[in-house]
């Protein structure tokens, strides 16, 4: 799944503890790991996968595939985001 979407949180959630590290920055969970729910049932918490599409370079943070405090340049997603909002709602129409 896509990075920060809740992966982690919706397996502790389920499990009702901490079995996996959980963060509000991209890149917390590193590596793949197996949690036990119950005797039948194994969940797979892994990093989050942002696959290329072909968009611009600002388009990564927009998916939390990149943290906001590695952007060199911030202008270019905020930009991203204003170009998919309609002018009203920009305006606050």
Known sequence: GYPNVGKSSLINSLKRS???G???MPGVTRCLQAVQL????????????VLDSGDPLAA???RGALAPQRLRDPLAPACA???RCPPQQVRGD
Do not use: S
Not at 38 to 49: E, K, N, Q, S
């Open 18 to 20: 901490r079995a996996c």
């Open 22 to 24: 959980v963060g509000a």
């Open 81 to 83: 985001i204003l170009r």
């Open 38 to 49: 119950d005797r039948h049932i194994r969940l797979l918490d892994c990093p989050g996968v």
């Open 60 to 62: 990564a943070p927009l």
